[in-house]
């Protein structure tokens, strides 16, 4: 069965600072999309990785893809408090038509 | 504009009654998903649909689940009849193609009470 593990699920942090979350998984992808999404609202595609080694930044926002390892990892650069959000890694299975399987969500708390 | 847009984005039902839940998605997209995601809880796959037939469906999407496509560009999820766990935010997702991210409506929060 296919594994799909964010870590941390919950992360408080002050602005300013740096931190990293982490998305493992278990099978063989070469695709794998970050997403952010606000309560109660819908999923905002942030990143779409599609090769090993792929590095994509937008503002303080930066995801990389390491596809022998199987992790992707999402950094925040001096946090705002704007950034607070659930982040969602999601990768792509092809031999399930490419559904995209999901982490459970990283939900990221930046106190001013 | 939005790749996709959703109705209603709040629908409150009785328990055993049927839903439909509509997606449009502007143009040139080929594959269609249906997720839906429990309060609080991770973002889990009903179906996906592509040249008008149902291309993958999870266990979640037993008999009392149908999509269709019925003029090209609505596609609607229909509960037949709802349970109180299928009280959850329903989310469609279309693609362009499979080198793309999939791009979410705004989500439908079904209530069955």
Request: some cysteine.
């Amino acid at each position: 069965e296919l594994k799909v593990e964010q870590n941390p699920l919950f992360l408080s942090m002050q602005e300013g600072k740096n931190y990293t979350i982490y998305c493992n998984y278990s099978t063989t992808s070469d695709r794998l999309y970050w997403y952010r999404q606000d309560p109660g609202k819908s999923l905002e595609s942030l990143f779409v990785l599609l090769s090993n080694g792929a590095v994509k930044q937008e503002g303080r926002l930066m995801a990389s893809l390491d596809t022998k390892a199987r992790l992707s990892t999402l950094h925040i650069t001096a946090a705002v408090h704007d950034l607070s959000a659930t982040y969602f890694c999601a990768v792509d299975i092809r031999s399930s038509n490419y559904q995209l399987i999901w982490g459970a969500g990283t939900k990221l708390i930046i106190k001013p | 504009e939005p790749e996709v847009t959703q109705t209603p984005s709040h629908q409150v039902t009785q328990m055993g009654q049927e839903v439909i839940l509509r997606c449009v998605p502007i143009s040139n997209h080929l594959y269609f998903y249906w997720y839906r995601q429990i309060l609080g809880q991770k973002v889990e796959f009903l179906v996906s649909f592509y040249n008008n037939e149902i291309s993958e469906k999870s266990e979640i999407f037993d008999d009392q689940f149908s999509v269709e496509r019925p003029d090209g560009s609505n596609f609607t999820l229909k509960i037949r009849s709802t349970k109180l766990e299928d009280s959850a935010m329903y989310f469609c997702g279309v693609r362009r193609n499979l080198n793309t991210e999939a791009f979410f409506g705004q989500g439908t929060r079904l209530t069955v009470v």
